[in-house]
């Protein structure tokens, strides 16, 4: 896989995924974008596959679900499966009619600022108990902007990743979900057809996203 490449949603400048987080302190700047309202600036990736990436920018008040919503509506609802966040010793889940309360565990609905409190810099996520996906977080910036935005800001995200086929060298199209663990999971268009033990139609299609090829996650 060559280097990992992505695109500033702020101004449209494509660059390199460890050079954006300069770019964008240049380009925040740039715009005038300091202000009264206090945001927290995220780097995201994928803790096995970190070719997937997204710089955003949150709002201090914002909750830990409004950024649960925003990372399965960007990257990963397929089931509505349970999902957690991991801080310090402390894991925030979505609370349930039937949950029980553990000493470690803490309800979802609360500010990110105060999960975070001032020193904390890394935590994860994970969705899908099952088949999971876990993400990585880093604090890149505590800043101001102008009010009125959105809890949840888009700053900068991958580009599409070219997978190659597992039998040939052309650019894959869709993944076995159930083979996704072994060398045989990607196909292009011509070798497309079942392999294995596997189904016909179990093909899912290659999308940009961490959650691809998992539990037939459609993009």
């Known amino acids: 896989m060559k280097r990992s490449t992505g695109n500033c949603y702020l101004c449209g400048t494509k660059t390199s995924k460890t050079t954006m987080l300069r770019h964008l302190a ?4 740039r715009e005038g974008r300091q202000g009264s309202e206090e945001v927290i600036r ?11 990436w997204l710089d955003v920018e949150v709002k201090t008040d914002a909750l830990l679900t409004t950024l649960d919503s925003f990372l399965r509506r960007t990257w990963l609802e397929c089931c509505g499966h349970l999902s957690a966040f991991t801080i310090g010793k402390l894991r925030y889940v979505i609370a349930r009619d039937d949950w029980e309360v553990d ?21 994860t996520y994970e969705y899908d108990y099952g088949s999971t996906t876990e993400l990585r977080f880093q604090v890149t910036a505590r800043a101001t ?13 991958n580009d599409e990743p070219v997978w190659r086929c597992s039998t ?11 083979c ?12 497309e057809e079942p392999h294995g033990d596997c189904e016909d139609d179990v093909w899912s299609p290659v999308v ?6 998992v539990c037939g996650y459609p993009g």
């Open 26 to 29: 240049t380009c925040l700047a």
């Open 103 to 123: 000493p470690n565990e803490r309800a979802m609905k609360v500010r990110i600022d105060k999960a975070l409190g001032p020193r904390v810099e890394r935590f």
């Open 42 to 52: 995220l780097r995201i990736d994928s803790a096995g596959l970190p070719e997937f």
């Open 208 to 213: 940009n996203s961490p959650r691809m090829g």
């Open 180 to 191: 996704v663990w072994n060398r045989q999971w990607l196909a292009c268009a011509e070798h």
């Open 168 to 178: 040939c060298d052309a650019p894959a199209v869709s993944v076995c979900p159930t």
């Open 145 to 157: 902007r102008r009010a009125g935005r959105e809890p949840v800001t888009l700053l900068a995200r």
